[in-house]
């Protein structure tokens, strides 16, 4: 009789990867582009995702992630508390910012003041967990410079709050130990984040803004990109609205087509597009 003992050691993997398939996730990109990728070097990735010109996929394990984060965060905020911290517009009632007409969005995860040495300053709040070998990064850089894209995030957040100091938390998730930093306001930088976030969303041809690096897909940072073929094996965009000569950015975030004057569409729409659907030049090679 075969030991239940061998069965579970042989198929351990096979749990495992049984679960992650279950649990994956293959989706459109959120209708709008977010602040904290603003930070981003590529344009044109930013401009890919804003388009839906390729699936955001994800398996069990990433998914778990994001619900370690999440609860993370909770932690975190008891944590402040504990120590004499009133925060708020924290988790379920995240305050958003808007930009660009609605096309450009963020939320913060929550303000805080009697911040320990700072007790009469308001600041924003943005809470991270991060692995033991970015953290010790971070620790030894700081936020600026180690993580760009959550520097810009806090800048643009604080620019909309009107706030001059902002708090960086960020727990490591081999010890749960911590490290802080208070960030400083930067509305120039935000100001231009904002125009960049203009130039990606008005913009109908990925070819307005250049590659990064050498230009080819060999460069480092190009190697794991979402939209490597996109960018430079010519492959074919997803069919969306998004990505045909005649939809038309719209107000308050929406999108509408020009074959029916402009008429509004749903997200649902854009996603299923049309037998009229023409793909944007810049995707025919």
Not at 81 to 96: F, K, M, N, P, R
Not at 110 to 139: C, M, Q, W
Not at 191 to 218: C, Q, Y
Not at 253 to 262: A, E, F, H, I, V
């Amino acid at each position: 009789m075969a030991s239940l003992t061998d069965y579970f050691e042989n198929n351990k993997a096979t749990i495992a990867n049984l679960i992650d398939e279950e649990n994956s996730v293959k989706q459109l990109p959120r209708p709008y582009l977010g602040m904290s990728q603003l930070g981003g070097e590529c344009w044109r990735q930013l401009w890919y995702y804003f388009r839906w010109c390729e699936y955001s996929s994800y398996d069990g394990r990433v998914g778990r992630i994001f619900q370690t984060g999440h609860s993370a965060e909770e932690t975190m905020i008891k944590d402040l508390e504990s120590i004499g911290v009133e925060c708020w517009d924290t988790l379920d009632a995240q305050e958003a910012f808007i930009a660009v007409n609605g096309h450009c969005q963020g939320h913060g995860d929550g303000a805080a003041r009697n911040i320990p040495g700072a007790e009469k300053t308001d600041h924003l709040l943005e809470f991270k967990t991060s692995s033991d070998k970015y953290f010790k990064t971070v620790v030894k850089k700081g936020v600026m410079e180690e993580k760009p894209t959550h520097y810009a995030q806090m800048v643009l957040y604080m620019y909309f709050k009107k706030f001059t100091r902002g708090l960086y938390m960020v727990m490591n998730k081999n010890d749960s130990s911590y490290y802080t930093e208070r960030v400083h306001a930067d509305n120039t930088y935000a100001k231009d984040l904002i125009r960049k976030a203009e130039a990606i969303i008005t913009s109908e041809d990925v070819d307005d803004f250049p590659k990064i690096g050498s230009g080819l897909p060999s460069f480092y940072k190009c190697t794991f990109c979402d939209y490597k073929d996109l960018c430079h094996n010519d492959a074919d965009p997803v069919v969306t609205c998004r990505t045909c000569t005649s939809v038309s950015l719209l107000d308050e975030g929406r999108w509408g087509c020009g074959l029916q004057k402009d008429k509004p569409l749903t997200k649902e729409e854009q996603a299923e597009a049309c037998p009229n659907y023409n793909k944007f030049e810049c995707f025919n090679g």
